[in-house]
């Protein structure tokens, strides 16, 4: 068990890894890329450099700085956050972890599923977590829309409750081996449709298909998917956070573009630090209090 799991090894999640490694607590940093930096060429706005800099060896440096601190990384995608009363559990693509706490770092994904309908249809039978929701879905006819990693594992939970799938990408190709029993559309969307609950998708091509329920799996489990499927709050888009950098719930923080509309470096590392201080805060409180 950790102390800290930060989700994300951006400006914000290197950052709070620095001031929480360096003051001596057990510290792991979940990461899928290196976000917005690591796509970046250039960063000249950023104090303390005259020049330019590389963004890939801002972002290098930041990481290894935290290394230095025995900050650990391991690689996965979060799909989702379990808390409990004394700690939370991490579920990645590739395993779960657990820790006394959790700071959401993980910056927001650029790509996302725009199509008619989705908005207006969301919690009437459209749905981003089949854990949460799949059991309403029980011998129904439902889609996955994805064509992810992050498709194939809610995929995999929705066969769980109904054999009935279909996997919806979109106009992409599968980057993983879809079952053979699963049909695979490969259209692209034009609109969902539905009164006051899903009734089906219409596709650019004019066809239709019916379904009494549809998961949205698209691209990466990016902070805000995953934020809908544990239950923290959201607004625009961006995780709602208190003046310590805490969510609305207890022991998972959040910080930097996730939760910020002035997406820079330099307020992700202002974010970073100070979700550190308040969980460095409650940690020692908490060591006081087992003693």
Excluded: W
């Amino acid at each position: 068990m950790y102390d800290v799991i930060i989700i994300g090894k951006g400006p914000a999640g290197a950052q709070a890894g620095i001031y929480l490694g360096r003051a001596g607590f057990k510290t792991l940093i979940l990461y899928k890329d290196g976000g917005s930096l690591e796509k970046a060429d250039y960063v000249e706005n950023y104090y303390g450099f005259g020049k330019p800099v590389e963004a890939k060896k801002l972002l290098q440096e930041g990481v290894g700085q935290a290394r230095r601190f025995n900050v650990e990384f391991k690689e996965d995608q979060v799909v989702m956050l379990l808390p409990s009363e004394h700690s939370v559990s991490v579920q990645g693509l590739k395993g779960e972890y657990v820790a006394s706490y959790v700071i959401i770092a993980a910056g927001m994904t650029r790509r996302s599923l725009n199509v008619p309908g989705l908005r207006d249809l969301e919690g009437k039978g459209i749905s981003y977590c089949v854990t949460c929701d799949g059991f309403f879905f029980r011998n129904k006819k439902a889609a996955i829309i994805g064509y992810t990693d992050y498709a194939e594992h809610e995929l995999n939970n929705l066969l769980m409750f109904t054999k009935d799938v279909y996997l919806l990408t979109n106009g992409n190709n599968p980057e993983f081996d879809v079952p053979g029993e699963i049909p695979v559309i490969d259209k692209q969307i034009g609109r969902i449709y539905g009164q006051d609950s899903v009734e089906g998708v219409e596709f650019k091509d004019g066809s239709k298909q019916q379904f009494d329920g549809i998961f949205i799996a698209y691209g990466t489990a990016d902070a805000s998917s995953f934020s809908l499927k544990s239950g923290i709050a959201t607004e625009k888009g961006k995780i709602v956070v208190d003046s310590s950098k805490m969510t609305n719930i207890d022991r998972i923080y959040a910080a930097g573009d996730c939760i910020n509309t002035y997406m820079q470096v330099a307020t992700a590392v202002s974010d970073g630090a100070l979700a550190a201080r308040s969980v460095t805060e409650r940690l020692k409180e908490d060591r006081k209090r087992s003693k």
